[in-house]
T-cell receptor, first 114, second 114 residues
Framework: AQSVSQHNHHVILSEAASLELGCNYS??????LFWYVQYPGQHLQLLLK??????LVKGIKGFEAEFIKSKFSFNLRKPSVQWSDTAEYFC????????????FGKGTMLLVSP | KAGVTQTPRYLIKTRGQQVTLSCSPI?????VSWYQQTPGQGLQFLFE???????NKGNFPGRFSGRQFSNSRSEMNVSTLELGDSALYLC?????????????FGSGTQLSVL
């Protein structure tokens, strides 16, 4: 069975600091990878996704993630965070053989202080 | 176009009762999936429906069930509620449920079991 591990449950940063959230997955086959974000009081939104091709993917709001197949990792990065990035971030994976069956990590709560 | 709509937004039930949650997908979307979100376990997949058929089921007891209607609207039912069923229940829809499609999430139903 596939699983997703997010390294940090809580991260606190000051505005303008750089962000990197770790994500590792466990699955032997080909997967599609996602980062979702949940702002306070809002629904889950897709930040970015990786299906194939360039392992460095860019998403909305200046976020990017790098897929490193050899490390089974898909870390999320942002060079300079803003207070409005305060949210919970979820890494997720779908195996290519499955339907809309996302396996999520447990999430990382990011708090950005102004 | 309207997003994924979940009703009710909040529910309070007592142990032993049953509950039914409703999800209306985005118009034209035929795949509906359900997730349970708790602080301890994060987001966990419950089941996925397409054309009134359950295609995939997560690792939840039989007390959790669902169905999909011909208009793609879906309901999930939890019988004999337990305290541990308190959670945010999220519904997501996509066109066909293919792994390369974007999932659109609703705002969820917050269930509290007392």
């Amino acid at each position: 069975a596939q699983s997703v591990s997010q390294h940090n449950h809580h991260v606190i940063l000051s505005e303008a600091a750089s962000l990197e959230l770790g994500c590792n997955y466990s699955y032997g086959g080909t997967v599609n990878l996602f980062w979702y974000v949940q702002y306070p009081g809002q629904h889950l939104q897709l930040l970015l996704k990786y299906f194939s091709g360039d392992p460095l993917v860019k998403g909305i709001k200046g976020f990017e993630a790098e897929f490193i197949k050899s490390k089974f990792s898909f870390n999320l990065r942002k060079p300079s965070v803003q207070w409005s990035d305060t949210a919970e971030y979820f890494c997720a994976v779908i195996s290519n053989s499955g339907y809309s069956t996302l396996t999520f990590g447990k999430g990382t709560m990011l708090l950005v202080s102004p | 176009k309207a997003g994924v709509t979940q009703t009710p937004r909040y529910l309070i039930k007592t142990r032993g009762q049953q509950v039914t949650l409703s999800c209306s997908p985005i118009s034209g979307h035929r795949s509906v999936s359900w997730y349970q979100q708790t602080p301890g376990q994060g987001l966990q997949f419950l089941f996925e429906y397409f054309s009134e058929t359950q295609r995939n089921k997560g690792n939840f007891p039989g007390r959790f069930s669902g169905r999909q209607f011909s208009n793609s609207r879906s309901e999930m039912n939890v019988s004999t509620l337990e305290l541990g069923d308190s959670a945010l229940y999220l519904c997501a829809s996509s066109l066909t449920g293919a792994t390369n499609e974007k999932l659109f999430f609703g705002s969820g139903t917050q269930l509290s079991v007392l």
